[in-house]
């Protein structure tokens, strides 16, 4: 028998192919907790399932019949975790895929694992595309469904007056110096609250992000984003009601903004782009006809902390920063790299850094995705947002693009860009589906209207 120290976070676990004939042939997940010892008796790893106590001598046996793996080398969705004396369990991007479904929602599995994994990539995510497609509805339902209670999340309408930060983090009070002012928006508490439970994630939702210049109201926060740094408030030691004199926007919150386009908004620089990625909302034929025909009321309320059980992993998950390294992701992007430059709206190390990150987070949540996919993925989340001009600047350029997408089989200009009934989604020789479908959709724009962006209303 093993002595086993009080850890609060203990965890070691049996392959999950390894089977121990002594427990009649049952697939075991030990999981430890200061002294006490729990074992899975009936389902795999990957499902999950009941945890029954079992002997300290037992877990002896168990620990000297089988090596313990090194955490590091399971992957996560092999993994149970007993944190601080409660099961946490792993977050599985197909359970929200079901609860989503169960509650009415009609969101492709792509379109939410394209969202979870740009979220885990980087806290800060913009959703864009036609007005009531959904963007708010996602971002809303996934948080209810990820956290315990509404403490953990704030829904936040912007403005079209905000031209500085005070919406957001407040002001100290001119009239009485001892004072800070808190927003009513309730932005400048929950990340308070973040910073003071760091292993819980929360969440910062700003719908109809650009109906003011995000620029001017989110500049400390894009700021900090790269820099790490504090956002300064007040002078310290001047103010005497709780409220901190710096403020640190920390890695467990994560910022979504929806945008729509018409003449009431305003367009995203660079500089907000490069910080984040887009998600681009559109409706199909088939989408709108199957909506049209299974017409449901979304019951929202039974998502409510469906998922809080996984909120500890999801945060996990958000700390992984290794790379997808691959020869094959290296040479598209150098492709990519090469002709945007033509147009300014080349990339740099950041952007190259965090492409790689979301292509490893897309296979951490689905390893049946291909190379391609999650090419294309990263292409239209990343590359693609930038590219915005005139015909004269836009056309060859897209043009050049569109050829990367496909294979030698097919002419871009006259198979594609000339056929308004073109198959992207099942065409043999479409390589990046996605892309392809957006610089169609730009070019044409740029021919009809002399001018074309990412972002269409």
Not at 354 to 368: G, H, K, P, S
């Amino acid at each position: 028998m093993i002595r086993l120290k009080k850890y609060t976070q203990f965890e070691s676990v049996i392959p999950r192919e390894s089977i121990l004939n002594d427990i009649n042939k049952k697939q075991l997940a030990i999981i430890a907790s200061k002294s006490e010892v729990f074992y899975n008796s009936n389902l795999t790893l990957r499902q999950g399932g009941y945890l029954t106590p079992c002997s300290l001598e037992l877990f002896g046996l168990l620990n000297n019949t089988y090596k313990s793996i090194n955490k590091k080398d399971i992957p996560y969705s092999e993994k149970i975790i007993f944190q601080n004396g409660s099961l946490s369990d792993i977050f599985r991007i197909n359970i929200l895929i079901t609860s989503l479904k169960e509650v009415g929602f009609i969101f492709s599995p792509m379109l939410v694992k394209r969202y979870i994994a740009s979220l885990l990539t980087k806290p800060f995510v913009i959703l864009t595309g036609l007005s009531g497609s959904g963007k708010t509805k996602l971002a809303q339902a996934f948080v209810q469904w990820i956290c315990q209670d509404e403490d953990h999340y704030r829904i936040v309408p912007v403005g079209a007056d905000w031209t500085n930060r005070e919406p957001l983090l407040g002001y100290p009070n001119a009239l009485k110096p001892e004072e800070y002012v808190k927003p009513d928006s309730g932005v400048l508490d929950l990340i308070i609250q973040a910073n003071q439970h760091p292993d819980l994630p929360y969440f910062l939702i700003l719908d109809e992000m650009n109906l003011s210049h995000v620029e001017r109201y989110f500049a400390d926060f894009l700021s900090v984003m790269e820099s790490k740094e504090e956002i300064p408030l007040y002078a310290e030691g001047t103010v005497q009601n709780g409220v901190p004199a710096k403020l640190k926007v920390p890695s467990n919150l994560f910022i979504i903004g929806t945008v729509n386009i018409d003449e009431t908004t305003n367009m995203f620089s660079p500089k907000v782009l490069d910080r984040a990625n887009t998600i681009e909302f559109r409706v199909t034929q088939d989408e709108m006809k199957n909506f049209l025909g299974n017409i449901k009321s979304i019951n929202m309320d039974a998502l409510t902390g469906k998922g809080a059980g996984m909120a500890k992993s999801f945060l996990d998950m958000s700390a992984n920063n290794d790379f997808a390294i691959d020869e094959e992701i290296n040479a598209a992007l150098i492709r990519f790299f090469a002709e945007l430059k033509k147009t300014g709206a080349e990339f740099g190390y950041r952007s190259a850094t965090e492409i790689l990150r979301l292509i490893n987070q897309l296979t951490v949540l689905d390893n049946t995705l291909t190379t391609n996919q999650k090419i294309d993925i990263a292409i239209m989340q990343k590359l693609l947002p930038k590219l915005h001009g005139s015909r004269r600047k836009l056309v060859s350029v897209l043009e050049t693009l569109g050829s990367f997408c496909v294979n030698n089989k097919i002419k871009v200009i006259t198979d594609v860009f000339g056929k308004d009934d073109f198959d992207f989604e099942n065409h043999p020789d479409v390589v990046y589906r996605l892309s392809l479908e957006k610089i169609a959709r730009m070019h044409k724009g740029a021919i009809d209207n002399g001018f074309a962006s990412f972002a269409e209303a």
